[in-house]
């Protein structure tokens, strides 16, 4: 994201777009051909999303990135699609909550807490549009787990911290 060279950027981030896109598609095809099958192995790109997904949240926060816009739309595209995931307390979807907290928690950016906190409140809602009011009362970790985070942050020493669980409480109840 710190080089001078457009067409160098625009290619480097095409081809991490791409490589997110297919880490996704694979941990999606992997759930579907497991179907009955519990004792088949699941690669988990946990660590590597560990890595990835700051970089693609500040790309995404950057206003003056060529790249902004597609990083954009896919970081909202990635919040969306983990919070289908109906695992409690999974290892892929605490990694993006992480992020996105760390993200509305930072001190010297103040798009990067705005775009976080956004991409928080659309967790959230995409969970509840994800599911049944059945299944919302039985089931709902993945809210709890972003609650979890925002109380967490809240009773933390650091002001920005503080600062951000306002921000994504905020977001999540608009």
């Known amino acids: 994201s710190n080089s001078t060279d457009r067409r160098l950027k625009t290619i480097a981030c095409e081809l991490l777009h791409s490589l997110i896109v297919y880490m996704i598609g694979k941990s999606a095809q992997q759930a579907n051909s497991r179907g009955g099958n519990k004792n088949a192995p699941k690669v988990s790109y946990s660590n590597l999303y560990a890595r990835i997904f700051p970089v ?21 595209q990635i919040v969306r699609w983990f919070s289908g995931n109906k695992e409690y307390e999974n290892k892929e979807t605490g990694v993006l909550l992480d992020t996105l907290m760390n993200c509305v928690s930072v001190k010297d950016n103040s798009n990067l807490r705005d775009f976080a906190a956004v991409c928080l409140g659309e967790f959230v809602k995409w969970c509840i549009k994800q599911t049944t009011p059945e299944q919302l009362r039985e089931n709902y970790g993945n809210i709890k787990s972003v609650i979890r985070r925002i109380q967490n942050n809240s009773n933390h020493p650091d002001i920005y911290y503080r600062y951000g669980s306002i921000l994504a409480l905020k977001q999540i109840l608009v």
């Open 56 to 76: 693609i949240f500040g790309i995404a926060a950057d206003p003056e990135d060529i790249s902004t816009k597609i990083f954009n739309t896919l970081c909202l």
